[in-house]
């Protein structure tokens, strides 16, 4: 489980993250909407530490990440915004291979990881490609790839769906509801609900560095009105 408890965050006095409490237990998939600037990178930053709060906690697994960075690094996978600066390595298979190889796995299982995720990204088959040649969507999903080879306890997500297509969005989707549904706690940050709404357990939402809803989704839906948050129509009221 990632838990917040009273988070406040600042950067140069501005109050970014204000009293914030929530939490995202395993085999839970929870959608964190806002508005631009509302507070969810910074949110999401603090899951494994590269952020610290100015005051209250994040706990992972029930151990305090200031505790136990290493171990909080090893149980959250994180996909950034801007996956550019993440690559370690020259072709997609060496990138995506780089983390499970530091976990010591033996070559079969990182092979098998290597491919199932680019699979559920859909590059199966591209290992040897040079990740500078790739479009902005295809170096996303190498990013996404990473991080599922990973097979982390919990999947943070920011925006991950930023320039990737129809079919590769419905595939990286179609593989987080598997994780949840295996139970990996996945937490995915995106100012757009259309496509997650309907998949998510939780809505939580942040207005100027509060949570404003935390609800499952049909409740959160009235709540949502007026945050500059896109949320798709009923599906009964779906043509
Ligand atoms: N390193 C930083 N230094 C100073 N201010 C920052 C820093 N990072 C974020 N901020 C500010 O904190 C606020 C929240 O930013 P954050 O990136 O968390 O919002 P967001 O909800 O993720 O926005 P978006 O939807 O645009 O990605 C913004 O006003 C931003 O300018």
Same mark, same amino acid.
């Given at each position: 489980?990632? +838990?917040?408890?009273?988070?406040? !965050?600042?950067?140069?006095?501005?109050?970014?993250?204000?009293?914030?409490? $929530?939490?995202?237990?395993?085999?839970?998939?929870?959608?964190?909407?806002?508005?631009? /600037?509302?507070?969810?990178?910074?949110? $999401?930053?603090?899951?494994?530490?590269?952020?610290?709060?100015?005051?209250?906690? @994040?706990?992972?697994?029930?151990?305090?990440?200031? =505790?136990?960075?290493?171990?909080?690094?090893?149980?959250?996978?994180?996909?950034?915004?801007?996956?550019?600066?993440?690559?370690?390595?020259?072709?997609?298979?060496?990138?995506?291979?780089?983390?499970?190889?530091?976990?010591?796995?033996?070559?079969?299982?990182?092979?098998?990881?290597?491919?199932?995720?680019?699979? =559920? @990204?859909?590059?199966?088959?591209? +290992?040897?490609? !040079?990740?500078?040649?790739?479009?902005?969507?295809?170096?996303?999903?190498?990013?996404?790839?990473?991080?599922?080879? #990973?097979?982390?306890?919990?999947?943070?997500?920011? +925006?991950?769906? &930023?320039?990737?297509?129809?079919?590769?969005?419905?595939?990286?989707?179609?593989?987080?509801?598997?994780?949840?549904?295996?139970?990996?706690?996945?937490?995915?940050? &995106?100012?757009?609900?259309?496509?997650?709404?309907?998949?998510?357990?939780?809505?939580?939402? #942040?207005?100027? /560095?509060?949570?404003?809803?935390?609800?499952?989704?049909?409740?959160?839906? +009235?709540?949502?009105?007026?945050?500059? @948050?896109?949320?798709?129509?009923?599906?009964?009221?779906?043509?």
């Amino acid at each position: 489980m990632i +838990e917040f408890r009273s988070v406040s !965050h600042a950067f140069d006095d501005v109050t970014v993250l204000e009293d914030v409490s $929530l939490s995202i237990d395993d085999g839970e998939f929870v959608v964190l909407a806002g508005a631009n /600037g509302s507070g969810k990178t910074t949110l $999401l930053r603090h899951c494994n530490g590269l952020l610290e709060p100015d005051s209250g906690e @994040v706990l992972v697994d029930d151990t305090p990440v200031s =505790a136990d960075l290493v171990a909080a690094r090893s149980a959250v996978g994180m996909v950034f915004q801007h996956p550019r600066d993440q690559f370690v390595a020259a072709t997609i298979g060496a990138d995506v291979a780089f983390g499970p190889e530091n976990l010591g796995l033996e070559r079969s299982e990182i092979d098998r990881r290597v491919e199932a995720s680019l699979e =559920a @990204v859909n590059m199966a088959g591209r +290992e040897d490609e !040079h990740i500078d040649a790739l479009s902005g969507g295809e170096q996303s999903r190498v990013a996404i790839a990473g991080a599922l080879a #990973m097979e982390p306890t919990h999947l943070v997500l920011d +925006e991950p769906f &930023t320039g990737l297509d129809d079919p590769a969005r419905r595939s990286v989707l179609a593989r987080l509801e598997s994780l949840a549904a295996e139970g990996t706690g996945v937490l995915l940050a &995106t100012h757009d609900l259309r496509d997650v709404f309907d998949l998510a357990d939780r809505v939580i939402a #942040m207005r100027d /560095g509060r949570v404003v809803v935390d609800e499952p989704p049909d409740r959160a839906r +009235e709540a949502l009105a007026g945050l500059e @948050v896109r949320v798709p129509s009923r599906r009964a009221d779906r043509p």
